[in-house]
């Protein structure tokens, strides 16, 4: 099946029958990932931060769209640790991660963990993550193990982690 703008489709996603072509689909990402920053108001004109270079996929895609959104505005340092960071520290998540992050403490009755960190980009997806990762040049994929609860759930009704998502902000936003 073709893009919506007519070029070949190369990226097919679980949750819908459209294909995007790289350009269609980067563009979304790019779009959600905006929305997201804008939504949370992490960082007001020419902010200092620290992101974790953990060399995963999702500090590759979070690096990337941070170039993409803000250029040269957000200064932006890559650490190995947050052990001496002052100010914004940014460790790079999914959408998966955040459900992870938000329901297991539920789940296990174990705390959750450090909530002073800023978590990005966790609107989007890890299959989403993935199909960017690939279409940007980061070939040393690796996937998180499936939750066992949202997984089979998704699964089953494709859009409960977007659903999921959803309720987290209107949470947040109350
Ligand atoms: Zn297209």
């Known amino acids: 099946m073709p893009c919506s703008c007519g070029k070949p489709g190369r990226v097919k996603l679980s949750y819908t ?3 995007y072509c790289k350009n269609c689909f980067l563009r979304l990402i790019q779009h959600r990932a905006q929305k997201e920053l804008r939504q949370k108001a ?10 974790l ?4 996929k999702e500090y590759f895609i979070a690096n990337w769209l941070f170039e993409q959104i803000f250029e040269n505005r957000l200064q932006l340092r890559a650490v190995k640790s947050f052990g001496n960071v002052r100010g914004k520290k940014i460790l790079p998540s999914s959408l998966d991660r955040e459900i ?3 329901l297991d403490p539920f789940l296990t009755g174990k705390p959750s963990p450090d909530e002073k960190l800023l978590r990005f980009p966790t609107s989007l ?3 989403e993550v993935i199909q960017t990762c690939k279409l940007i040049g980061y070939k040393k994929i690796k996937k998180d193990p499936p939750h066992p609860l949202i997984d089979p759930l998704e699964k089953r009704s494709p859009g409960t982690k977007f ?6 902000q209107e949470i947040d936003s109350s």
Not at 42 to 51: E, L, N, P, V
């Open 17 to 19: 029958q459209l294909t």
């Open 42 to 51: 992490y960082f007001k004109g020419k902010d200092r931060a620290a992101i």
């Open 53 to 56: 270079k953990d060399q995963g």
């Open 100 to 102: 992870k992050r938000r």
């Open 125 to 127: 997806l890890e299959e």
């Open 163 to 168: 659903a999921l998502y959803q309720s987290f």
